[in-house]
């Protein structure tokens, strides 16, 4: 079965530069998560998307944005990175309405040196 | 907002026996509640939830209560083997049945679970 694909797996940028993440969803999942997860730490909630219109927030930094195109697939955007911005990203997907089962992608590495 | 406690923080059991892994959730609103098994380096991937219109489920292995009343829910792993080794996230969030909106999870600490050989 198709899952969540998360590009790309690994990234590294510098002090102040400029990261984008992309998520494509399971098909026909109408709903996008993005989360945050520090070394040894849970996964953190950052924002999700219904629809494409933002529909919760959560620990999201104002250096960062997301959003999510017609085609479903959502891309979160991190400006003036700073060192304590290293995690793994994770984008997740359900289908509203289904009473939010939540699937995972396997993440994205960000290391900002 | 919705505050999850995970517990214990480490769990260390021989193969062939249960292990249980337990958490409490603040917010009675919440009627949603999955759990992940993360390995290493890898995603948080779904093993059971439960919707709080229902006391218990399971899936061969694996089984998950949940006290609404006392706020808290459990997951029991029998006869372990060493790939159930990694760790467990239990989590809660406010599950939309008929669309129009997307609450997302909030997560507890996690257990690391060992299966001793």
């Known amino acids: 079965a198709a899952g969540v694909i998360q590009s790309p797996r690994h990234l590294i940028k510098e002090k102040r530069e400029t990261a984008t993440l992309k998520c494509y969803p399971i098909?026909?999942?109408?709903?996008v998560y993005w989360y945050q997860q520090g070394p040894g730490q849970d996964p953190q909630f950052l924002i999700s998307f219904y629809e494409k219109m933002q529909s919760d927030k959560g620990s999201i930094p104002d250096r960062f944005s997301a959003q999510q195109f017609s085609d479903y697939h959502s891309e979160l955007n991190m400006s003036s990175l700073e060192l304590g911005d290293s995690a793994l990203y994770f984008c997740?997907?359900?289908?509203?309405?289904?009473?939010?089962?939540?699937?995972f992608g396997e993440g994205s590495w960000l290391t900002v040196v | 907002g919705e505050n999850v406690e995970q517990h214990p923080s480490t769990l260390s059991v021989q193969e062939g026996d249960s292990a249980v892994i337990k958490c409490t959730y603040s917010?009675?609103?919440?009627?949603?509640f999955p759990w992940y098994k993360q390995e290493l380096g890898k995603g948080p991937q779904l093993i059971i939830d439960i919707r709080s219109n229902v006391g218990e489920k399971k899936d061969q292995r694996i089984a998950v209560t949940l006290n609404k009343t006392a706020k808290h829910f459990s997951l029991h792993i029998t006869e372990t083997q060493p790939e159930d080794s990694a760790v467990y996230f239990c989590a809660a969030s406010i599950a939309m049945y008929s669309g129009g909106g997307a609450d997302g999870l909030t997560f507890g600490k996690g257990t690391h679970l060992i299966i001793q050989p």
């Open positions: 098909p026909r999942h109408d709903t």
């Open positions: 997740a997907s359900s289908l509203e309405g289904g009473g939010n089962t939540i699937y």
């Open positions: 917010d009675s609103a919440s009627n949603y």
